[in-house]
């Protein structure tokens, strides 16, 4: 035990633990806009897989991470469009079709993987910000110090683009007419509706945000991974719509609830690796994530109040 409470064991644990919370983070982000307005949308690990899928797949093909990103982006907006339709414009049962698209993505993904791929072929991992010339360069004095350089330089753009989303996302909820638009909705879609708001519009907009971000998880996921497998998120869209949950539906408590399951997740797989785990435990360790979900859902199911029209479809008749 005493081998992990080093400063260098516990700087790249940190540094592991941040590119691990990227995929939640980027997925409850958007997953908080939506709840939002309103709409619970329980597709996010499908959306995740499909995306994920696409992006690996475009990098296996043009080895091209920025089309990786566009594609996962696309895919997410796609399946957006569908949950909204169904849910916005058909009033469908709001957990319903979002069980409808997870039990998609998942089928569909792994039919793609193994019609197009069929055996784990590894990808070009997407680089850190050490590795690129402009910035690397700039910073290496930096890069080379034991304890900031796994900690500010050891990660990829997206994973900044993640962190940066977390004020961003704030703004747009809190300090714009937009995202008033999705509280209001969220709140009192009759009231909204009678001041001249429109609540499929708005709803219809906020899932696709928040689709599309789930796609770029799953991209993200994938592309940090290097690779793709069946279930490659094992329930990471799940453990996200909790984590809306967790922080209240506030990002910064969305983000820090991210921050921890990454932190577990490094933890667990460094203790493994340094052989403080036995190798008959590691599978109970690996359901830390599932079992933080479980008190955390408990404990704060009595203590904070949603959207009160959060899963509640709406209807002028």
Do not use: C
Not at 65 to 78: A, D, K, N, P, R
Not at 308 to 313: E, F, G, Q, R, S
Request: no cysteine.
């Amino acid at each position: 035990m005493s081998e992990f409470f080093t400063i260098s064991v516990l700087a790249a644990t940190l540094g592991t633990a941040i590119r691990f919370a990227v995929p939640y983070l980027l997925a409850a982000l958007g997953e908080t806009i939506g709840q939002r307005s309103g709409v619970l949308n329980l597709g996010v690990d499908g959306t995740m897989l499909l995306g994920g899928f696409g992006a690996y797949y475009a990098v296996l093909k043009t080895d091209s991470h920025s089309l990786g990103i566009l594609v996962g982006l696309g895919v997410g907006l796609l399946m957006g469009v569908v949950y909204a339709y169904v849910t916005v414009f058909l009033d469908a049962k709001q957990g319903i079709s979002g069980i409808g698209i997870y039990l998609f993505g998942l089928g569909f993904s792994d039919l793609l993987f193994q019609e197009l791929v069929g055996t784990p072929l590894p990808i070009r991992p997407l680089p850190t910000l050490d590795k690129l010339p402009v910035v690397g360069g700039l910073f290496e004095p930096l890069v080379e110090i034991e304890v900031i350089g796994p900690l500010l330089f050891d990660h990829n753009l997206l994973t900044y683009l993640a962190f940066l989303l977390v004020p961003a996302v704030t703004w747009l909820l809190m300090k714009t007419t937009f995202g008033m638009n999705v509280r209001a909705v969220g709140e009192n879609p009759q009231a909204a509706d009678s001041l001249g708001v429109s609540v499929a519009k708005t709803r219809f907009i906020a899932i696709l945000m928040g689709s599309t971000l789930a796609g770029v998880a799953g991209a993200t996921l994938s592309m940090q991974l290097a690779i793709f497998q069946h279930n490659l998120t094992n329930g990471i869209g799940f453990i996200a719509v909790a984590l809306v949950y967790f922080g209240a539906w506030r990002p910064r408590w969305v983000m820090a609830g991210a921050l921890l399951y990454g932190l577990v997740t490094a933890t667990r797989i460094r203790w493994q690796s340094l052989g403080i785990i036995p190798q008959g435990a590691s599978d109970v360790a690996a359901m830390a994530p599932a079992i933080i979900t479980i008190l955390a859902l408990v404990l704060l199911a009595s203590r904070v109040r949603g959207p009160a029209a959060l899963t509640k479809p709406f209807s002028r008749h």
